[in-house]
């Protein structure tokens, strides 16, 4: 079962994932999949948040920024993952730390072809998403391959889940399939 | 008449264009203030309110004078509405106008859809 989350920020996606991620484990072992590689407090401060709100939930954290398929070697495939978020898998493979930050142009095709392999090599997974496409801005050029990339993975990932939600204002909107009981 | 409306990079093209049966040469992309409404499908509807905006014109006033050519026509505007107010007049503008649009054509259309991820969500 693959579901995918999307929406604006603070808006209730990442409970609403924890809660489905637990649902799909029924029971069984659940997987959070840690795609931050903090650069300084706030993102510090940020994580230590998220793993408060998981405290109880049972679930195994898994690192994993970079080079997401090389995770699936370190975990039990049948079990059910949380993947949170893609945002932060894309920028962290687009401006690569080997580079000086440099913008790495093949990173957005690479990240969907991960993407795609992780989500099918796994037995349960919820994936959560940005939904950052609906402003007057003109972006500059870096920005809008930062954007044109991840509504990529997120279509790609929307065509092969069996569950689509966009969640606003904590509300579900349920765009394919049929939330679990 | 249909408007399909969607974030940047949703899909939008793709839908129409699989959903309608269109070919490329069946899609004008707006650029500036001159719409091609001979095509059946008018791409990047906020380009021309943009131009109108940089001109001066009214967007809607000039759909109004063109209605009777708009009648089974394919629209596609992104929602780009939805967003922060923007500092810059021009871009708070077009904004503000689009959203008008979109209010406009949406009373108009008998189809109006709005694609989230490359997925449909019918909103009349």
Same mark, same amino acid.
């Given at each position: @079962?693959?579901?995918?989350?999307?929406?604006?920020?603070?808006?209730?996606?990442?409970?609403?994932?924890?809660?489905?991620?637990?649902?799909?484990? &029924?029971?069984?072992?659940?997987? *959070?999949?840690?795609?931050?590689?903090?650069?300084?407090?706030?993102? $510090?401060?940020?994580?230590?948040?998220?793993?408060?709100?998981?405290? %109880?939930?049972?679930?195994?954290?898994?690192?994993?920024? $970079?080079?997401?398929?090389?995770?699936?070697? $370190?975990?039990? $495939?049948?079990?059910?993952?949380?993947?949170?978020?893609?945002?932060?898998?894309? @920028?962290?493979?687009?401006?690569?730390?080997?580079?000086? *930050?440099?913008?790495?142009?093949?990173?957005?095709?690479?990240?969907?072809?991960?993407?795609?392999?992780?989500?099918?090599?796994?037995?349960?997974?919820?994936?959560?998403?940005? *939904?950052?496409?609906?402003?007057?801005?003109?972006?500059?050029?870096?920005?809008?391959?930062?954007?044109?990339?991840?509504?990529? @993975?997120? &279509?790609?990932?929307?065509?092969?889940?069996?569950?689509?939600?966009?969640?606003?204002? %904590?509300?579900?909107?349920?765009?394919? %399939?049929?939330?679990?009981? | 008449?249909?408007? +399909?409306?969607?974030?940047?990079?949703?899909?939008?093209?793709?839908?129409? !264009?699989?959903?309608?049966?269109?070919?490329?040469?069946?899609?004008?992309?707006?650029?500036?203030?001159? +719409?091609?409404?001979?095509?059946?499908?008018?791409?990047?509807?906020?380009?021309?309110?943009?131009?109108?905006? !940089?001109?001066?014109?009214?967007?809607?006033?000039?759909?109004?004078?063109? #209605?009777?050519?708009?009648?089974?026509?394919?629209?596609?505007?992104?929602?780009?509405?939805?967003?922060?107010?923007? +500092?810059?007049?021009?871009?708070?503008?077009? #904004?503000?106008?689009?959203?008008?649009?979109?209010?406009?054509?949406?009373?108009?259309?008998?189809?109006?859809? !709005? +694609?989230?991820?490359?997925?449909?969500? !019918?909103?009349?």
């Amino acid at each position: @079962m693959i579901i995918f989350i999307s929406g604006g920020a603070k808006n209730g996606k990442s409970s609403l994932a924890q809660e489905l991620a637990v649902k799909l484990a &029924r029971g069984g072992k659940r997987y *959070y999949v840690a795609t931050m590689i903090p650069v300084d407090q706030e993102d $510090r401060d940020r994580i230590r948040r998220h793993v408060a709100d998981r405290d %109880g939930l049972g679930f195994e954290t898994v690192e994993c920024g $970079r080079n997401l398929p090389a995770c699936l070697d $370190r975990v039990d $495939r049948s079990a059910s993952f949380l993947l949170d978020s893609t945002t932060a898998l894309l @920028m962290n493979e687009l401006f690569d730390p080997e580079r000086d *930050y440099a913008l790495d142009p093949a990173a957005p095709e690479r990240c969907r072809e991960d993407l795609l392999r992780f989500v099918r090599g796994v037995a349960n997974v919820v994936v959560v998403s940005d *939904y950052i496409y609906s402003d007057a801005q003109h972006y500059d050029e870096i920005t809008e391959t930062y954007r044109r990339g991840l509504a990529d @993975m997120d &279509r790609s990932l929307a065509a092969v889940s069996d569950i689509v939600i966009e969640v606003s204002a %904590g509300r579900v909107i349920v765009h394919k %399939g049929v939330l679990p009981q | 008449m249909t408007l +399909i409306i969607g974030g940047a990079y949703q899909g939008k093209l793709a839908f129409a !264009r699989e959903t309608f049966s269109l070919a490329e040469e069946d899609v004008f992309t707006c650029s500036g203030t001159e +719409i091609d409404f001979s095509k059946p499908c008018i791409n990047a509807l906020e380009e021309f309110t943009l131009a109108c905006i !940089r001109q001066g014109t009214d967007p809607i006033a000039c759909l109004r004078e063109h #209605r009777a050519q708009w009648e089974r026509t394919i629209f596609i505007c992104q929602d780009l509405f939805c967003g922060v107010v923007p +500092i810059d007049t021009e871009l708070r503008t077009w #904004r503000h106008t689009t959203g008008l649009v979109c209010q406009y054509l949406s009373r108009e259309a008998e189809r109006v859809s !709005r +694609i989230f991820c490359g997925l449909e969500q !019918r909103l009349k």
